[in-house]
């Protein structure tokens, strides 16, 4: 039962879609880290960059439950780095670079959280009905 100042929340639509949506744009970012990471001078900051541009945008797009994001978007990242060191024979990839894929994802918390927060706020402003003000009491 809702208190009177809690707003009732209208489920998701698509939730598995959108899901499916999030672990495509996380593989991506591990194929992006992976070809990084092949590089003769890998930068693994572009990797992270995508990964918080990716978790802000799905942060905005669905506030509710925002660590989600960061699972479905940083758990394929080294994921990634292991199917490729299996799959790519002259790739050899160190247990250093296994373990900064997973670092990779630490970024995605602060893109997922801060987009949720951006969103609320944004909602806050704009959106919410707000008294006239040229209605007296």
Known sequence: MNSPGT?????ERFPLLFALFALLLGIGCGVLHVLVETMDQPDPVLSALAVTAVTMMLGLLRPARPWRWVLLVGIPVPLA??????VVPAAHF????????????LPGFAGSFGGSILRRKLAQLFF??????????
């Open 81 to 86: 780095i292991l199917v490729a060191s299996i």
């Open 94 to 105: 160190t247990r250093a670079s296994i373990a900064g894929a997973i670092l990779i994802s």
């Open 7 to 11: 707003p009732t929340s209208e489920p």
């Open 128 to 137: 919410e009905d707000k008294p006239s003000p040229d209605v007296k009491d």
